[in-house]
């Protein structure tokens, strides 16, 4: 059973930094993409950021040039940097691991991040 892990959430300002990071407890070469989703109280979830096995990367809108995604293939570890912080990017983040050939997505159990104004 795949495991994620995520840690790095927290409570900042606005204007701010936080880092989120998730392990993964097999190779994330094996995903087809890893991501962040992110859900918001009474919000539906959505894609924050998504990073596919070769590398490539997309974004919302709303968080361009703000966050950035990366991978550490060594470590099994995505991470999520996010600066410029604003109150309305308050949510639980949640990492997601998928596999297309198998059209299955596996879901860490999230971490709260709060942006306060």
């Known amino acids: 059973q795949v495991q994620l892990v995520e840690s790095g959430g927290g409570l900042v300002q606005a204007g701010g930094s936080l880092r989120v990071s998730c392990a993964a407890s097999?190779?994330?070469?094996?995903?087809?993409?890893m991501g962040w989703y992110r859900q918001a109280p009474g919000k539906q979830r959505e894609l924050v950021a998504r990073?596919?096995?070769?590398?490539?990367?997309n974004y919302a809108d709303s968080v361009k040039g703000r966050f950035t995604i990366s991978r550490d293939n060594a470590k099994n570890l995505v991470s999520l940097q996010m600066n410029s912080l604003k109150p309305e990017d308050t949510a639980v983040y949640y990492c997601?691991?998928?596999?297309?050939?198998?059209?299955?997505?596996?879901w860490g159990q999230g971490t709260q991040v709060t942006v306060s104004s």
């Open positions: 990073i596919t096995s070769g590398g490539s990367t």
């Open positions: 997601a691991a998928e596999r297309r050939m198998s059209a299955t997505t596996y």
């Open positions: 097999e190779s994330i070469f094996s995903f087809t993409t």
